[in-house]
């Protein structure tokens, strides 16, 4: 009994991952009219439901190849129907290495911030919204990574944006809150509607949405180079990069810090949806040294932009926020290298594959470092109620558990060995050095201006005497600590064992990636 | 030429939509860009949809031998403008409480986050 119960755990798994968030979402006011304590198990449950799905789901793709999953059809892998004359019709989602890769992320940085949430949201009102737009948010980043239909993604898109903007104008904070969300809100539906634009293309030109039959279709005409410039557009401003980065200081900075942490993985669906586009719909057909090298240029400005506008900040998540987008220009430098060289295998072989792999590592690791970051800044936060650099200070002696996690989270961002930030760091390092040296220079001397950025921020947080008006400053509750703790073992571990990580969950989702044509016969079959 | 309309409207909505965000200070003309943009999305997709002589894909009704309309950029249109209502029920709800905080919906007053 029990196996077959497992057995359709498994089959239904991309399905139970959008529609258990959702659930649980719709009944979290209900749930809350009973009792706060209540309403906090009922989400935690959620989450952890949420999470275990994720995580089975992406344990059934690692070990057993890409799954489909079509909405209505008789089976869940019945991608054509019969009389559809070699069309999908359905919705279908296709979950790869890549896109489960993207889920893990999601589900131990979810589990991780609610745990943190329960605590640092308890003094506040309204909390049945909060938890309800969180699950949101969760069911939006899940269906960005596993749809297979360019409409889907865009839903899904919109569900993120509109529970995400609801959660930075949360704390109204005399509106500063609010002003911050707007700017992020009409910016990302601009972006929206540019992507809605470029799903038109596409559909007059294929007369598809599906993905895989848009990309097996692939002319790369005019038209679809305006639909790319839109797509591109729009999630490059969605993930933050230089120059349509100005939204992300102010909503990062704005928004309660365990919302900081889950926009940071917000960030990196969007990070999803551009990869998605350029390899699996476009792959080869682009002309892959142009558009990788604008990859590359795009992630160069990330990285030193960044690096350069934080380190004046006096607002400590402002700075964490300018960090956030210096380390996506990893990620896109990363990825941008593998995808200049895409289709000529020898190169691909010798450092293409470790370029990718090293940006796609990156992103993992960034979910959890910056997170841990995040969430230390708003347990300082809960204690002192000042993000303030220059009024903090001496809190080392009060708050150890607290100044470890943020050391351990400072150390792997600046890419300091054993943490998981010089893993990934590393593998860019040497792959982009050899297809052009002066790239990985630029991404050694940002890596050192960071480390010099935390130190100081280090140094005026934790470091000096005890300051009197801060002389009755407690640890941070249990929980948030232990989910800060999650994140910082994840670090740890991922930094002490990084050939295990990327033999088994980073090089099949890179290798995932760049193989359009497995991505195309999953669904379409054969071809 | 004819058939060419639609989509030369499409441009013309979305051009001033995008002027409207672009050059207005006021949040709630900013708001209706926004929304006359949407206009432009959804006349592209209504129009990418549109077959001469096609008719409606009622199988009940359908007499033999008619070429029917695949109903699916209906479907995404409808979607769109229902997401459309709801970001603009957003956007509304940022601009109430910031009159409510500021006293005022002009973006050159509203600029209180750079410090």
Known sequence: ???????????????????????????????????????????????????????????????????????????????????????????????????????IIAAITGLAIILYSISSEQRHSGLSSFYTLYLLMITGIMG????????????????????????????????????????????????????????????????ALNIAMIASRMQFTVLDQVALVLIMAALAMKCGSVPMHFWTPDAYSMAPSS?????????????YGI???????????????????????????????????????KNVKRLMAYHAISQTGYMLLGVGVGLAVLGNQPLMDSFGYVAMEGGIFHIIN??????????????????????NLNKMGGLGHSMKWTMVFFIIGALAIAGIPPFNGF??????????????????????????????????????????????EHADVKEAPLSMLIGMGILAVIVILFGIFPEAVVNTLIAPAAHALTNQGAYISAVLGGA | MFFNIPYIAVVVLALIGLATVLFKRNLIKIFLGIVILESAVNLFLIALGYREGGIAPIYTNAPAGEEMVFSTVQALTLTSIVIGVATTAVMLTFAMVLWKKYGSIETNKIRRLKE
């Open chain 1, 1 to 103: 009994m029990s196996q077959d119960v497992i057995n359709v755990i498994i089959a239904q798994s991309p399905a139970l991952l959008i529609a258990i968030p959702l659930v649980f979402a719709f009944f979290c006011p209900f749930i809350g009219k009973i009792s706060n304590t209540v309403r906090n198990i009922w989400v935690a449950a959620g989450m952890a439901l949420t999470s275990a799905i994720a995580l089975i789901l992406a344990w059934d793709v690692y070990a057993f190849g890409t799954r489909i999953y079509v909405f209505g059809a008789q089976a869940a892998n019945l991608a054509l129907p019969m009389d559809s004359g070699g069309i999908p019709v359905r919705i279908i989602f296709t979950v790869d290495p890549m896109s489960a890769l993207m889920q």
């Open chain 1, 144 to 207: 960005m990574v596993s749809t297979g239909d360019l409409f889907n993604f865009f839903v899904f898109l919109e569900i993120l944006s509109i529970a995400s903007a609801g959660l930075i104008a949360y704390r109204v904070d005399k509106g500063l809150a609010v002003e911050a969300a707007l700017k992020y809100f009409v910016l990302s539906t601009i972006g929206a509607l540019a992507i809605l634009f470029a799903i038109g293309i596409y559909y007059g030109e294929y007369n």
């Open chain 1, 259 to 271: 919302i900081t942490a889950m926009l940071v993985v917000a960030s990196q669906a969007s990070l």
């Open chain 1, 275 to 313: 990869f998605r586009v350029l390899f699996t719909l476009y792959n080869v057909t682009l002309n892959t040294a142009t558009v990788g090298w604008i990859i590359i240029v795009l992630g160069v400005l990330s990285m030193v932009v960044g690096v350069t506008m934080a380190i004046p900040q």
């Open chain 1, 366 to 387: 960034h979910a959890m470092y910056k997170g841990l970051l995040f969430l230390t800044a708003g347990a300082v936060f809960f204690r002192i109620g000042t993000y």
């Open chain 1, 423 to 468: 893993a990934s760091k590393w593998m860019i390092y040497e792959s982009v050095y050899v297809f052009n040296p002066i790239l990985a220079v630029i991404a050694m001397v940002v890596s050192i201006l960071t480390l010099a950025s935390f130190v100081k921020v280090f140094h005026s947080i934790f470091m000096g005497p005890k300051l009197p």
